[in-house]
């Protein structure tokens, strides 16, 4: 694995879509590498609104959920 590879990005900087949405992005841009951070209220831009993240709750993620995650995550080689 070259160290490109290791690179990578968080949910915690984009703002404004699903964590599926954004799943798609970042394949799509060619990143093999994708963060997931376990909140799905936190916001890192707006105001006075702000704009929550594509984070993930783990409480309120349902089993079909997570098996569907599972599944779109495999174009990954490091989460």
């Keep these: 694995m070259q160290i490109g590879d290791r690179i990578g990005v968080s949910t915690h900087v984009l703002p404004g879509v699903t964590l599926f949405e954004a799943i798609k992005r970042v394949s799509d841009a060619?990143?093999?590498?994708?963060?997931?951070?376990?909140?799905?209220?936190?916001?890192?831009v707006g105001f006075p609104d702000m704009v929550p993240n594509a984070g993930v709750w783990p409480?309120?993620?349902?089993?079909?959920?997570?098996?569907?995650?599972?599944?779109?995550?495999?174009?990954?080689?490091?989460?």
């Design 30 to 44: 060619g990143f093999r590498t994708f963060e997931i951070v376990p909140a799905d209220f936190q916001a890192v």
């Design 59 to 79: 409480r309120t993620f349902g089993k079909k959920a997570r098996e569907a995650l599972r599944k779109e995550l495999e174009v990954f080689d490091i989460v």
